[in-house]
Nanobody
Framework: QVRLVESGGGLVQAGGSLRLSCAAS???????MGWFRQAPGKEREFVGA????????AYADSVKGRFTVSRDNAANTVYLQMNNLKPEDTAVYYC????????????????WGQGTQVTVSS
């Protein structure tokens, strides 16, 4: 059974940092892992992802230079380090997994976590 469990969300002031973690079971090494987010009234959007090998990453333009996705295959965990957070980063953040290559479209994702709230105050 596949399970993705996020942790690390919370409330932070603008300019601050948070690190999200996603513990995976039932899958890992051959799956691309990543993060999407969804703000109230908006569609779910791609944030960043890392390939199964950990050798390549992809990011949304809005977070490049501020967010970093990494994975620890030994621990079956993927991370999202978020620095210089902005109020517009406020959203529910979802861990995502799919077989094969990184995808930036929600429709291509095979598995989702339950989400964790990130709130950035101005």
């Amino acid at each position: 059974q596949v399970r993705l469990v996020e942790s690390g969300g919370g409330l932070v002031q603008a300019g601050g940092s948070l690190r999200l973690s996603c513990a995976a079971s039932g899958i890992f090494g051959s799956y691309a892992m990543g993060w999407f987010r969804q703000a109230p009234g908006k569609e779910r959007e791609f944030v960043g992802a890392v390939a199964g090998s950990g050798g390549s990453t992809a990011y949304a333009d809005s977070v490049k230079g501020r967010f970093t996705v990494s994975r620890d295959n030994a621990a079956n965990t993927v991370y999202l380090q978020m620095n210089n957070l902005k109020p517009e980063d406020t959203a529910v953040y979802y861990c995502a997994a799919r077989v094969g290559r990184i995808s930036t479209t929600p429709q291509a994702i095979g598995y989702w976590g339950q989400g964790t709230q990130v709130t950035v105050s101005s």
